[in-house]
């Protein structure tokens, strides 16, 4: 192997040791290194024959990780979606999560707040367009908003 090759794997080893990573975002990332694209595509076909870098176990993490942090199923698919991760796929990990994105919603609400859901059309469109921004889907926001589970 060449020492660019080595360059390479070690590179994305390290990135991948901190977590998970995309194949499109490992890439991304080696091609800022200035590392040739033939020597990526190497590297990148390496890693995913040895099951070190997988779209589907970076799919799973990702997903879990943003709705923990109060992200909706909106805004974690096209930040998935960005990178790189298709369309399939996506559905498939935003279904499985099992997550309760109604109830999700209105944790999110209530945190951010504090308070009880308010009569004011201003501070109601405040705390919709909140949660719009955190990726939840209108009907999410409404029953957030009406205090209702689904």
Not at 51 to 67: K, Q
Not at 81 to 98: N, P
Not at 131 to 148: C, E, V
Request: charged fraction near 35%.
């Amino acid at each position: 192997m060449s020492e660019i090759h080595d360059k390479a794997l070690k590179s994305a080893m390290n990135m991948l040791s901190r977590r998970e990573h995309s194949v499109l975002e490992l890439s991304r990332k080696l091609q800022l290194r200035d590392i040739p694209s033939s020597v990526i595509d190497e590297v990148i076909e390496s890693l995913i024959e040895n099951n070190l870098l997988s779209d589907e176990r970076f799919a799973e993490s990702y997903v879990r990780m943003r709705s923990a942090r109060g992200y909706g199923p909106q805004r974690v698919r096209l930040e998935l979606q960005e990178r790189g991760i298709g369309s399939e796929l996506i559905g498939c990990y935003l279904d499985e999560a099992e997550i309760d994105w109604y109830e999700l919603a209105n944790e999110v609400r209530s945190r951010k707040f504090a308070e009880d859901v308010p009569d004011e059309f201003e501070l109601r469109a405040k705390q919709m367009r909140f949660l719009q921004y955190r990726g939840f889907s209108h009907a999410q926001i409404n029953a957030a908003m009406n205090g209702m589970d689904d």
